[in-house]
């Protein structure tokens, strides 16, 4: 990913190229600065922290969202834990998409936004975690398993698919 930081060659013509492309930001824009430690994302990650931080025995940090471990799980979670970090990885992936295509909404002066939105990062965890719990041999768990850490985070509770009963399907006569 090309972030700011990679720009030096450049600040000879332009000597804020390395800046972070928020208005309110000066630092250099890294990795680690353009998803995590930017000023403008402390709001959204204290956020989206709070269901997460029962889980996790330590703060939030730039590692966890890297590298999650069994070892920074709160004990209670332990047998839980292949689903859980499971979760965690997809939602740390969902926040780096959306955080992502701000910064080149930003860039390219398409929004006045600083951050994601939390809702609809929230929203499409929940999409995306809906999708797990209705297809879990693929991912080699079972739907009760991600239910239940789902509700045990504080999220609202998923819907088992239903079909609708025969009374309510046409079907063409012949």
Same mark, same amino acid.
């Given at each position: #990913?090309?972030?700011?930081?990679? /720009?030096?060659?450049?600040?000879? #013509?332009?000597?804020? @190229?390395?800046?972070?492309?928020?208005?309110?930001?000066?630092? @250099? *824009?890294?990795?680690?600065?353009?998803?995590?430690?930017?000023?403008?994302? +402390?709001? #959204? %990650?204290?956020?989206? %922290?709070?269901? %997460?931080?029962?889980?996790?025995?330590?703060?939030? *940090?730039?590692?966890?969202? /890297?590298?999650?471990?069994? &070892? =920074?799980?709160?004990?209670?979670?332990?047998?839980?834990?292949?689903?859980?970090?499971?979760?965690? &990885?997809?939602?740390?992936?969902?926040?780096?998409?959306?955080?992502?295509?701000?910064?080149?909404?930003?860039?390219?002066? *398409? +929004? !006045?936004?600083?951050?994601?939105?939390? *809702?609809?990062? !929230?929203?499409?965890?929940?999409? $995306?975690?809906?999708?797990?719990?209705?297809?879990?041999?693929?991912?080699? !768990?079972?739907?009760?398993?991600?239910?239940?850490? =789902?509700?045990?985070?504080?999220?609202?509770?998923?819907?088992?698919?239903? #079909?609708?009963?025969?009374? $309510?399907?046409?079907?063409?006569?012949?």
């Amino acid at each position: #990913m090309i972030v700011s930081s990679r /720009l030096y060659f450049l600040k000879s #013509m332009n000597p804020t @190229i390395q800046q972070c492309v928020r208005g309110s930001c000066v630092e @250099i *824009e890294s990795l680690q600065h353009c998803f995590f430690s930017c000023a403008g994302l +402390t709001k #959204m %990650w204290r956020s989206l %922290w709070q269901p %997460w931080r029962k889980a996790f025995a330590v703060d939030l *940090e730039w590692r966890i969202l /890297l590298f999650p471990k069994l &070892r =920074v799980l709160d004990v209670g979670w332990s047998p839980q834990h292949k689903v859980l970090l499971l979760l965690w &990885r997809i939602h740390t992936a969902i926040v780096f998409h959306a955080t992502w295509r701000l910064r080149n909404d930003i860039l390219f002066k *398409e +929004t !006045t936004a600083d951050q994601p939105s939390v *809702e609809n990062v !929230t929203a499409s965890f929940r999409r $995306h975690c809906q999708f797990i719990f209705h297809h879990p041999r693929e991912l080699h !768990t079972d739907d009760k398993a991600i239910a239940s850490v =789902v509700e045990r985070l504080g999220f609202a509770p998923l819907v088992p698919r239903t #079909m609708p009963s025969e009374s $309510h399907i046409w079907i063409p006569q012949p």
